[in-house]
Nanobody, 120 residues
Framework: QVQLVESGGGLVQPGGSLRLSCAAS????????MGWYRQAPGKQRELVAT???????NYADSVKGRFTISRDNAKNTVYLQMNSLKPEDTAVYYC??????????????WGQGTQVTVSS
């Protein structure tokens, strides 16, 4: 089992920045990719960004150029730096971990979620 603990959500004004963190523990050897998803009220959960153990990254078109995913392998932690935030970025953000295969992540583990609200 892999446990994921997120932090860093909150309320921010449009144009502002936030950084989310996700610390992984447990059977880390069983995963080779981590990422972030988000779910806004009344909408389906959607992929935001992924990063493999080798450092390859992938982003949703809606966040390209504004969000950056990174990882600290020594700390088993993944970060999501979110800049130029928009009201439509408001959602619960979930950390995910699993296996990256054939161009996508297959999620086996989810974090509990952290709320990000972008509002003036």
């Amino acid at each position: 089992q892999v446990q994921l603990v997120e932090s860093g959500g909150g309320l921010v004004q449009p144009g502002g920045s936030l950084r989310l963190s996700c610390a992984a523990s447990g059977s880390i050897f069983s995963i080779n990719a981590m990422g972030w998803y988000r779910q806004a009220p009344g909408k389906q959960r959607e992929l935001v960004a992924t990063i493999t153990s080798g450092g390859s990254t992938n982003y949703a078109d809606s966040v390209k150029g504004r969000f950056t995913i990174s990882r600290d392998n020594a700390k088993n932690t993944v970060y999501l730096q979110m800049n130029s935030l928009k009201p439509e970025d408001t959602a619960v953000y979930y950390c995910a971990a699993g296996t990256f295969y054939s161009g996508r992540i297959y999620v086996n583990y989810w974090g509990q979620g952290t709320q990000v609200t972008v509002s003036s």
